[in-house]
């Protein structure tokens, strides 16, 4: 195991934080590939990790919608043993980066061509987490506004001229 593939020393986080990546190694052990969690960072009470294995697309699937599984899976079982104090953020194979990476440039094309048309634009049904990259993207921007509409999850990001 290189030293990328090491990551933090699960003996030196704190023990909630210890449950939340013994949870991801037993959710490993039962998948049907040589997956294994890796500890990236941790930022007060969010501990990211990264799945590492030999084929980790198919940990991420179709728009990272496994990954998502997974983590809200994950998430859900680390709140109950340890009373919500822990949130789990999972990548496998560098998925999330390239995912805002992809995001980032939709977002920025989709502003343009919504100040040169003055007329908004819809972006297709996002989750949570990547609508909130968009806004993020977006926000600084003085001639567009963006919001939120739809019920989940064909919730949608509209892009608007100011």
Same mark, same amino acid.
């Given at each position: 195991?290189?030293?990328?593939?090491?990551?933090? &020393? *699960?003996?030196?986080?704190?023990?909630?934080?210890? $449950? %939340?990546?013994?949870?991801?190694?037993?959710?490993? &052990?039962? /998948?049907? #590939?040589?997956? @294994?969690?890796?500890?990236? &960072?941790? #930022?007060?009470?969010?501990?990211? *990790?990264? $799945?590492?294995? &030999? =084929? /980790?697309?198919?940990? @991420?699937?179709?728009?990272? %919608?496994?990954?998502?599984?997974?983590?809200?899976?994950?998430?859900?079982? !680390?709140?109950?043993?340890?009373?919500?104090? !822990?949130?789990?953020?999972?990548?496998?194979?560098? @998925?999330?980066?390239?995912?805002?990476?992809?995001?980032?440039?939709?977002?920025?094309? +989709? %502003?343009?061509?919504?100040?040169?048309?003055?007329?908004?634009?819809? +972006?297709?049904?996002?989750?949570?987490?990547?609508?909130?990259? *968009?806004?993020?993207?977006?926000?600084? =921007?003085?001639?567009?506004?963006? @919001?939120?509409?739809?019920?989940?999850?064909?919730?949608? *990001? !509209?892009?608007?001229?100011?």
């Amino acid at each position: 195991m290189d030293s990328e593939e090491k990551g933090i &020393d *699960i003996t030196t986080l704190k023990p909630e934080h210890q $449950i %939340a990546v013994e949870v991801l190694t037993r959710i490993c &052990d039962c /998948m049907e #590939q040589n997956a @294994y969690p890796v500890v990236r &960072d941790v #930022q007060g009470a969010y501990l990211n *990790i990264e $799945i590492m294995g &030999d =084929d /980790m697309r198919s940990t @991420y699937g179709r728009f990272g %919608a496994s990954l998502d599984a997974l983590q809200l899976i994950s998430n859900t079982i !680390v709140a109950r043993r340890t009373r919500g104090d !822990v949130r789990v953020i999972l990548d496998a194979g560098g @998925y999330r980066e390239r995912r805002i990476e992809t995001l980032t440039e939709r977002a920025l094309e +989709m %502003a343009k061509a919504v100040k040169e048309h003055n007329q908004e634009a819809e +972006m297709e049904p996002l989750p949570p987490h990547e609508r909130r990259i *968009i806004h993020t993207i977006l926000m600084e =921007d003085p001639d567009i506004r963006t @919001y939120s509409e739809g019920e989940e999850p064909n919730r949608r *990001i !509209v892009v608007s001229p100011r």
